[in-house]
């Protein structure tokens, strides 16, 4: 079954705006990962939050994590072209060595 | 490196013919896996392994079989092909044995269609 399911799941704006994707999960998770996939290729890691973090950081990404909630954002601030993919959020949970994916948010940036 | 690489990238079968999509790794990891993406779906996983001779089985396994008998290698047997079997196949990697845990490293994918 999906664990993460990502909301909006197409979301369509200016270069240099900022996007913002949630993901929200039902279990409790040991950690979850965002990983971009541009179009025909495979997917690329951008950032892992532990269930003990709240927030990280990766140059123009931010990502942050509620628990209480089950739930999750990803921020890519000051859009570029280049940002244009899908971008899939993805859980494990304790005591499990798997990922679940979600069905992914396509992000386009229109120059 | 080559980091994960896949082959053929694009596959035709016939209902019932048998293939192995292979993977290779050449980053020395003991986490392996494969997916498969369907539109809508996201990607659900088929079979992983934590180490050579060690497989278990993922979220989607019928119809697949898998096996790990070195390190590098890790491919994917369609014993008889079904037209709901046609999709993206993903091969992923990762460091360490507690590799749901750890950041994946994915290959290029391999598109199956089976008429």
């Known amino acids: 079954s999906q664990q993460g399911e990502e909301d909006p799941q197409a979301l369509s704006i200016q270069e240099g705006e900022n996007a913002t994707m949630n993901c929200s999960y039902k279990t409790s998770i040991n950690n979850l990962q965002w990983y971009r996939q541009n179009s025909g290729r495979g997917l690329v890691h951008l950032i892992l939050i532990r269930s003990n973090e709240r927030e990280k950081h990766s140059g123009r990404l931010r990502v942050t994590l509620d628990t209480s909630k089950k739930s999750s954002s990803l921020l890519i601030t000051a859009s570029r072209a280049a940002d244009t993919a899908s971008y899939f959020c993805a859980t494990v949970i304790y005591g499990n060595n798997r990922l679940a994916f979600g069905k992914g948010n396509q992000v386009v940036v229109i120059p | 490196n080559a980091g994960v690489t896949q082959t053929p990238k694009f596959q035709v079968l016939k209902t019932g013919q048998s293939m192995t999509l292979q993977c290779a790794q050449d980053m020395n990891h003991e986490y392996m896996s494969w997916y498969r993406q369907d539109p809508g779906m996201g990607l659900r996983l088929i079979h992983y392994?934590?180490?050579?001779?060690?497989?278990d089985q993922g979220e989607v396994p019928n119809g697949y079989n898998v096996s790990r008998s070195t390190t590098e290698d890790f491919p994917l047997r369609l014993l008889s092909a079904a037209p709901s079997q046609t999709s993206v196949y993903f091969c992923?990697?990762?460091?360490?044995?507690?590799?749901?845990?750890?950041?994946?490293?994915f290959g290029p994918g391999t598109r199956l269609t089976v008429l």
């Open positions: 392994s934590v180490g050579a001779g060690i497989t």
């Open positions: 992923a990697s990762s460091a360490r044995r507690s590799g749901g845990n750890n950041e994946q490293f």
